[in-house]
């Protein structure tokens, strides 16, 4: 290849890498725009309407797709979030979000107020003058492909082998379960005994009992898991908020929870249990080889991640600390 030809090549690479980035301020416009859109056409979902400025920013990043579901779309904005640590790009984000608090904060406007995004528009200029355009390989689209957090666990998770004890500890869980009537009122089993994940399930099925009144089924453990970790200890009306929707709901703080956290195994084997049909028991047997199921948990492994109108409130966190 001559010299010139090379040239020619690297030229028409820089500036297809240049087409493939965008700036933060041209992703925020876009979100905007996005919003403005799910304002006037019916046929896009409500909630993109009440998304605060970094969700408005993450919006443009990976427009036109919006990920079908509030709670994915939050997922997928948190995920995308967390990848970015330690870059440019991450530092521009805070910048912009300190600046979107600062808004706030002068006009007393909410995160998700439709005039805070129409006056922080006005300010970008200055607030992101100068930052990096986000890489092709930094966009939603390339970054959050196949993750667990927004489109599940794989296919064919092997499953633990049931545990040793089987037989013993399966009637003990359900020997336990069948206590909680006669326990005093604000017991909790996830609190008040040492099981761990396990007596936060027995807390979510009797809520879940008392509220829908079905039978226990394999699929009724994972809400259940999510019911008492999430649920259970919120105030009524939010409590109520938190259990509506349950099977999406419970889907959504399962594939949200940090790929790290020790209940991981936990879901996924209970993911696996429901894809084979087996029954509950079955099912349960092969939990106790877990250690997280009967371990303690973690705050963060309670926490309800997965709403939108939430990613400031966080970065604003992390900025205080």
Sequence with gaps: MEASDRERLRLRQESQAEEDSRGLAGMYTLGSVGQLMARRDPKLPRWLRDLDPVETLFLGAAWPVHYGSPYRFANACGTWLGLLHGTQVRRGILRFAREALAVSA???LPATSERLSDALEVRLGDALRGEPKVPHGLLPGVVLQGSRRTDGPPRGIPLPAPHSSARKLRPAFWNAFGTADFRPAGFSFLDDTGWGAAGAMMDGLRLIRDR?????????????????LVAARAPGGRRDELLADLGSRTTAWAMALPEDSPLVPVTDALYGAAERKMDGDEALGRLFSVPAFTGPVSAEDREWRSEPGKALERLARELTL
Excluded: F, N
């Design 106 to 108: 002068d006009l007393q």
């Design 212 to 228: 829908v009144r079905r039978p226990y089924e394999t699929r009724s453990l994972l809400p259940g898991l999510y019911a008492g």
